[in-house]
């Protein structure tokens, strides 16, 4: 094989530097053009109670699933771990730690990326290969006030949410294996909770991570759709990317913010 | 101003390039109004290219696009929104929203942009899917409707708002004979009824030249040759003589640019 000359080399990690820059630009003015500016198509409203339904309710089965299973499995672990020093009492507070601080924002958006992101990027992408969005654009409507804002604004507000119930029906869920089953009491599960777990400290910063993590997986979701290239292997490709890029962001971002948050700077 | 009126659209030397590979170079087309104008060219020669410079949902990298004397490229976004209401577009897919039906898809352009009460949307619908042949279709969802189907209700909506200029992207592609003779005669029915101004980019060149009041034939970045359908044909150019009378090799070559034949087979020996 030839081996391919160290100028070259130097010349393709600028290119796709470069490229990784434009891509950037490219989203950053893709929404600003979706959330800045005149809606031209009506009213807002139904849009964005049709995408809400579709992005957030039906996304409530494997986030309550999810949540429970994660919950009872964090209490049966905590419980082992906890009931060799004697302090299995600290379960739910443990619990409810873990799942308002990192669990809770962080699997909702992972299994957010996987549910909703990638049937946003799949639908958009199918509405730009058979030219739907070039239709709109022809009617004379702006198809990222009409198609894109919605989506996007359904994600901002039903991430949030989802988290929440997540992190509820966790507890729940620890509640059901540390008290039902493993037989600590109630009323150490739960106030001890009460007692640990600070409003702004614990579920406002929780809050605040999952607003960030909608922005972020919902942005990439719906310019992968809208950037794809209109194939049925593009398309392919823009959802396999969601997926990943939303991953890897919250992943990463997650480290920063509980840095920010937690860390003692 | 009056080549404004005489003309609906025209194209003053514009140049448009897909990243370094130059597309369309210094070319000039007009589009008469009132009449059928196609454009006509091998596959791959950029007519929806064309389409799509007219629509300006494509920039030209210099030159100017103007449609009812207003320069495209140097319009807002907000102001292209608006201006695109004067146009209407028959996609080769048809481009119908698969979520909505036929009733719903014409209704679209209503609902967007006016206030019209229903009772009017659905008396304004109903005639303009009477006038493609689909009154009957309207509870019909786009994926029960055959491809011809989909391009008349298309058609429909994109005549929902009575747009001035028309504009059908590979029309006839696809169709069978009755589909296509009745897409023929929309064309030219609506055209006259309507007092629009069609422009038609196709290769179907016996279904274009039937309709068309003038031809433009394009390919390698530049407008080859234009005039009515009868002087087109009688055209002393070669290349546009090989395009209009389908002959397989001529200037536009059979094969595609390859090494010796013979020494591809036999090698070097």
Request: glycine letters at 10%; one cysteine or more.
């Amino acid at each position: 094989m030839r081996k391919t000359p160290l100028v070259e080399r130097v010349r393709l990690l600028g290119r796709s530097g470069l490229d990784v820059l434009e891509a950037l630009g490219r989203s950053t003015l893709f929404l600003l053009h979706v959330l800045v500016g005149r809606n031209g198509a009506g009213s807002f409203l139904p849009l964005l109670v049709k995408q809400l339904y579709a992005v957030g309710v039906l996304s409530l089965a494997i986030i309550i699933v999810s949540g429970i299973f994660i919950g009872m499995v964090l209490a049966l672990q905590g419980y082992n771990i906890l009931v060799d020093f004697a302090s299995e009492e600290a379960v739910g507070q443990m619990v409810a730690l873990t799942l308002l601080r990192e669990l809770g924002p962080v699997v909702t958006a992972l299994l957010f990326a996987g549910r909703a992101g990638s049937a946003l990027t799949a639908e958009i992408g199918n509405m730009k290969s058979t030219e739907q969005l070039s239709s709109l654009e022809m009617i004379g409507v702006d198809p990222l006030k009409y198609i894109i804002a919605p989506r996007l604004w359904a994600g901002f507000i039903s991430m949030p949410l989802l988290s929440a119930i997540f992190t509820v029906v966790g507890i729940w869920g620890g509640a059901m294996v540390a008290v039902d089953w493993l037989g600590v009491y109630e009323g150490s599960y739960w106030g001890n909770m009460q007692r640990s777990v600070e409003f702004q400290g614990d579920v406002l910063n929780g809050v605040i991570k999952s607003l960030v993590f909608a922005v972020v997986v919902t942005w990439i979701a719906v310019f992968q759709g809208y950037d794809c290239e209109p194939t049925s292997e593009g398309i392919s490709r823009a959802t396999t990317r969601t997926v990943v890029y939303a991953s890897l962001a919250v992943l990463g971002l997650d480290f920063i913010l509980t840095a920010l948050m937690f860390g003692d700077f | 101003m009056s080549s404004d009126n005489a003309y609906a659209v025209e194209l003053k030397g514009v140049t448009f390039k897909r990243g370094t590979r130059t597309i369309f170079d210094k070319v000039d087309l007009a589009f008469p109004r009132g009449k059928v104008t196609g454009i006509m060219g091998p596959s791959g020669c950029g007519k929806t290219t064309l389409l799509r410079l007219i629509g300006a949902q494509l920039r030209p990298a210099s030159g100017a696009v103007i449609v009812n004397g207003q320069n495209l490229p140097d319009l807002s976004r907000n102001e292209l929104f608006d201006m695109r209401k004067q146009m209407g577009v028959l996609f080769q897919s048809g481009a119908l929203f698969t979520d909505l039906d036929v009733f719903e898809n014409v209704a679209f352009p209503l609902r967007v942009h006016t206030s019209l009460p229903e009772e009017m949307i659905r008396d304004i619908v109903l005639m303009k899917l009477q006038a493609v042949g689909l009154r009957g279709a309207i509870e019909l969802m786009p994926d029960e409707l055959s491809g011809g189907m989909k391009r008349r209700v298309a058609l429909a909506r994109a005549i929902a708002l009575d747009p001035q200029i028309l504009m059908y992207d590979e029309p006839f592609v696809g169709q069978d004979p009755i589909a296509l003779g009745v897409l023929v005669r929309l064309i030219r029915l609506l055209n006259d009824a309507l007092g629009l101004t069609s422009i038609v980019v196709s290769h179907d060149l016996a279904e274009t030249a039937s309709i068309a009041d003038y031809l433009y034939v394009v390919g390698d970045t530049q407008v080859l040759g234009h005039g009515t359908p009868a002087e087109l044909m009688e055209s002393d150019n070669p290349r546009i003589r090989q395009f209009m009378q389908g002959i397989a090799d001529g200037p536009v070559p059979f094969h595609f640019p390859a090494a010796d034949y013979r020494r591809d087979l036999l090698g070097d020996a």
